[in-house]
T-cell receptor, first 110, second 117 residues
């Protein structure tokens, strides 16, 4: 079965510093990878997905099949980036189910 | 666009009673909806996949007789927690896939806080 690992439960950085949230997955095929974000008291929302290869709010994520990773990066963190970030994957034939990692709480300090 | 609502947003019920939670896709049609459970400061745990017009598919360890799911239309799925007990207290979140979207993206509802006393 597929699995998503986010090794950091908490991550704290200062405003303007680079930030990287790690995500590793285990799946033998080609999954579709996502990053979801949950701001305080708001619903979960899609931040980005690997197939679109876009940058949202300054965040990027590159799928590295060799390392089975999909780390989320931003060169200059902002206070409004403070939130819970979840990495998730979906695989073909799973009826579009998402498997979530445990999440990383990012705090950007002023 | 792509908004999912849940009702109620929070509910308190007595042990032994049943509670129904609604999940609606407001501006799109969804043949597939998902129900998750989230414990405090923990990740989302998929409970079941709700398929319009057919039986729900439950994840291993989830009691289908306790968590009844009905997906009678393309915009509404309901989760009924039957004979609720305090250990069922949790945050229940639904999500939905847009019928017209070929990607794996899901749109999430705001969640329902259930407290069983």
């Amino acid at each position: 079965a597929q699995r998503v690992t986010q090794p950091e439960k908490l991550l704290s950085v200062f405003k303007g510093a680079p930030v990287e949230l790690k995500c590793n997955y285990s799946y033998s095929g080609s999954p579709e990878l996502f990053w979801y974000v949950q701001y305080s008291r708001q619903r979960l929302q899609l931040l980005l997905r690997h197939i679109s290869r876009e940058s949202i709010k300054g965040f990027t994520a590159d799928l590295n099949k060799g390392e089975t990773s999909f780390h989320l990066k931003k060169p200059f963190a902002q206070e409004e980036d403070s939130a819970m970030y979840y990495c998730a994957l979906s695989v073909e034939g799973s009826n579009y189910k998402l498997t979530f990692g445990k999440g990383t709480l990012l705090t950007v300090n002023p | 666009g792509a908004v999912v609502s849940q009702h109620p947003s929070w509910v308190i019920c007595k042990s032994g009673t049943s509670v129904k939670i609604e999940c609606r896709s407001l501006d799109f049609q969804a043949t597939t909806m998902f129900w998750y459970r989230q414990f405090p400061k923990q990740s989302l745990m998929l409970m079941a996949t709700s398929n319009e017009g057919s039986k729900a598919t439950y994840e291993q360890g989830v009691e289908k007789d306790k968590f009844l799911i009905n997906h009678a239309s393309l915009t509404l799925s309901t989760l009924t927690v039957t004979s609720a007990h305090p250990e069922d207290s949790s945050f229940y979140i639904c999500s939905a896939r847009d019928l017209g979207d070929s990607s794996y993206e899901q749109y999430f509802g705001p969640g329902t806080r259930l407290t069983v006393t």
